[in-house]
């Protein structure tokens, strides 16, 4: 309705004989949204996030570290337990495996954090993809024997799922809440040692799982950002206005602006 209005003002004032009073001199612009766009048009903001590649020293140290302990014969275990034969297990490692990835949304409740639920949850989802890819192409191409027997046991998945959902936290509350950024630690090591005293994996495994999840923590943030902020300044594009139509009046005459963004 208010571009009609202008459209109507402005074949006014053409109307007007140029000799009457003082010259008029003036410019209108018309807006015109694309087809089917609202008054109100939806905007996404652009998160800026600047990749650290001294983020990815802690975890290729872990997983070194585990490859080391597996290749070299006898030292997969460091030489740290005595293992035996038969335990009552613990079967808490299995809940704690998957309910780790949920704890930043724990978190969220308690805490300030960095993004919102919406982008931790992309987070989470392309972080548990590159986890899974990464730690069951070694599984099969390895083939290291469990301690009990059983077979792929490098690196720990549980361990990796575990201390994927921990260092997400760490990301999201660093800087607001240290508490709560390292508690997920805590948790994640608890999954590891119970892998070990289970019977099921080596220490080099749980090294190295512990580097693979943080590893792939990592990736989800250096290839999710890049790729929403392209989707939400194409989307900001879209919502704002595209068509502009100016027309010009002057001493000489009249005319036409005409502005098309793309």
């Not at 202008?6 to 694309?34: H, N, R």
């Not at 301690?147 to 361990?159: A, E, L, V, Y």
């Not at 090294?207 to 989707?231: D, H, K, M």
Request: aromatic share 12%; charged share 20%; hydrophobic share 45%.
């Amino acid at each position: 309705m208010k571009s009609f209005i202008c459209i109507l003002l402005v074949l006014f004032q053409f109307t007007i004989e140029k000799g009457v009073g003082a010259v008029c001199e003036t410019s209108l612009c018309l807006s015109v949204p694309d087809a089917g766009e609202q008054d109100s048009t939806f905007r996404m903001s652009v998160v800026e996030y600047k990749f650290k590649p001294k983020s990815l020293i802690l975890p290729a140290s872990f997983i070194t570290v585990g490859a080391v302990g597996t290749a070299i014969d006898g030292m997969n275990d460091f030489h740290l337990f005595s293992r035996k034969d038969s335990v009552k297990k613990l079967r808490v490692d299995d809940y704690m495996e998957w309910g780790m990835l949920g704890w930043v949304f724990v978190c969220d409740l308690m805490g300030k954090e960095k993004h919102n639920w919406v982008d931790q949850l992309c987070l989470v989802v392309i972080a548990e993809g590159f986890n899974a890819a990464m730690t069951r192409a070694v599984k099969y191409t390895v083939g290291e024997i469990r301690p009990d027997g059983g077979p792929h046991s490098f690196p720990s998945g549980h361990t990796a799922n575990a201390f994927l959902g921990a260092h997400i936290a760490w990301k999201e509350f660093k800087d607001s809440s240290p508490v709560l950024a390292y508690s997920g630690y805590a948790l994640a090591t608890f999954v590891g040692c119970s892998r070990l005293y289970n019977n099921r994996h080596w220490v080099a495994d749980v090294v190295a799982g512990a580097g693979f999840g943080i590893l792939s923590v990592e990736l989800a943030y250096l290839t999710y950002f890049p790729v929403r902020n392209a989707i939400a300044r194409k989307i900001n594009m879209k919502g704002s206005d595209r068509l502009v139509v100016a027309p010009t009046l002057g001493s000489y005459g009249g005319g036409f602006y005409l502005s098309w963004r793309f």
